[in-house]
């Protein structure tokens, strides 16, 4: 039994910090762990200039503690407003990696989204041009379809679509949560790639419904059958590089969550490199979680891997029932339980 993984720093591709009081909460716990993140821009009112990514950078670099080193590779939110020209600037700014699409409504602060994807072909087009990458919230928003369909049509209807038309675009389908995704992820082209969050692969939906309604497990994309989280976890362990590491961590006070209508997102930071090494440690595949977590991200974006590296030991570590969300309540994946690996 391996007790002792010592693995070259791995990077987040896909994490939400917030602002304020909650960032400088949040951004320690990630920054213990990974040496970089590409961060969302789905603030209120969204990171849509590189002049606001610029400043929302600046502002996730001052949380970060003394002796940390930690990058927070920035994003612009797509909106029906965003101009080719725009896009030029981002492609051409070093802080900024990629662009975001949510379709509009599709999720926690997605009202700016887009509702027509075609309209923004031309933008798109631009992003194919400059060489920046696409990242997609992949649902329908469509309230006729079935809220566990909402993955699947979305491939149909619109990523393959973009695929044929963009044959030059990097995209990434983030959070995938379904078999349809990895599959049609699997057979795309390699401009085509996906993050798996720790909690797709921890859990499956029943989770949601342990004994009662638990707020805590709700996340979009919803967390989906057995069958579809045995296939993200064949996908995550195969070492097949187009699928890597990418929390989707989403903090929202207790009180957001604990409510009539409860927000979507589940805060996964703190202990996400335990988390997945359970996963890749139950799959017997731990010596895959490296390329997983540390290699492939970096080279979809055409990065270099990090250098140095991060410890983890399996020790079961208790998780607290609450943490502090700046003057909020937070509640982590996992409150009360334990963690069975501890990152030294
Ligand atoms: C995210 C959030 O809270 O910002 N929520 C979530 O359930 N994952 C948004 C998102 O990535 O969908
Ligand atoms: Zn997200």
């Known amino acids: 039994m391996t007790d002792e993984l010592i693995l070259t720093r791995p990077d987040d591709w896909h994490l939400h910090v917030r602002e304020g009081a909650l960032l400088r909460c949040v951004v320690p716990d990630t920054a213990r762990q990974f040496a970089r993140a590409i961060i969302m821009p789905n603030l209120k009112p969204p990171v849509a200039t590189v002049e606001r990514a610029l400043s929302y950078r600046d502002e996730i670099l001052q949380a970060v503690p003394e002796g940390m080193h930690f990058t927070p590779l920035m994003t612009l939110y797509l909106t029906e407003q965003t101009t080719p020209e725009e896009i030029k600037k981002a492609a051409e700014c070093e802080h900024v990696y990629a662009v975001k699409l949510y379709p509009a409504g599709a999720t926690t602060n997605a009202a700016s989204g887009v509702r027509n994807i075609k309209e923004v072909y031309p933008v798109i087009e631009a992003m194919e041009k400059y060489d920046l990458p696409l990242l997609m919230h992949g649902e329908v928003v469509d309230t006729e379809i079935d809220v566990f369909d909402r993955e699947a049509v979305f491939i149909e209807r619109h990523l393959e679509p973009l695929v044929q038309h963009f044959p030059g675009l990097r995209m990434v389908m983030e959070h995938i949560t379904t078999q349809t995704a990895v599959e049609f992820v699997r057979s795309a082209p390699d401009t085509l790639a996906a993050t798996i969050t720790a909690h797709h692969l921890l859990l499956n939906r029943n989770a949601m419904f342990e004994g009662g309604i638990r707020p805590h497990h709700y996340c979009l994309p919803l967390i989906k059958r057995e069958t579809h989280r045995q296939a993200l976890v064949a996908a995550a362990t195969s070492g097949h590089p187009k699928f890597f590491l990418g929390t989707d961590s989403a903090p929202h006070p207790k009180g957001a969550k604990e ?80 963690v069975h690996w501890k990152v030294a």
Do not use: H, Q, W
């Open 259 to 338: 409510a009539e209508c409860g927000c979507a997102g589940i805060y996964t930071a703190k202990d996400a490199m335990a988390f997945y090494a359970e996963v890749f440690d139950a799959a017997g595949c731990l010596d895959r979680l490296e390329g997983f977590a540390s290699f492939y991200g970096a080279d979809f974006y055409g990065l270099p891997r990090n250098t140095d590296t991060i410890r983890l030991i399996r020790e079961s570590v208790s998780v607290p029932e609450t943490i502090d969300f700046g003057g909020e309540i937070g509640v982590p994946l996992r409150a009360g339980g334990e």
